[in-house]
């Protein structure tokens, strides 16, 4: 539990690296994004997240639970960074912050399993891509001012 637990604050250290930065709701998922993609995890093997969720399903329940509140987490930061671009009106009220930080969270994990086993990170590229289509759908238009 301890080395999952380092290895996960490794990790999420360089993913959140410089978010305190970003001044919009949107340009912090995307950095996230960005990150998830560009910045080599500082641990080999793949996501620590990801790994131990797959490998501890049933044969250790404290460490499942551990990978589970880990996930929450994530999936809370990303869903308060949704939540705090709805109330600026940067987001869309209409946008569901768990339904948005999980497909954020599940497209990059599943590109990561791609991307190991093809040996090609066209994959993560691709997810890239598609969740920045995805955040312009959650982005909010500029209200138009009627002409007087």
Partial sequence: ???????????????????????????????????FVEVRSPVSGGCPLLNT?????????ALRDLAKKTLQ??????????????????????ASPKITANVIISTLEGAVMITRLEHTLDALQDARTALSAHLETLAAKPRRHART
């Fill in 53 to 61: 969720a797959m490998d501890c399903d049933d044969g250790n329940p």
């Fill in 1 to 35: 539990m301890e080395s999952f637990k380092f290895a996960w604050n490794a990790v999420l250290e360089v993913r959140l690296q410089g978010l305190e930065k970003v001044p919009t709701a949107l340009g912090k998922l995307r950095h996230i994004i960005d990150n």
């Fill in 73 to 94: 987490n994530w999936q809370q930061r990303l869903m308060k960074i949704v939540d705090d671009g709805i109330h600026t009106g940067e987001i869309v009220g209409a």
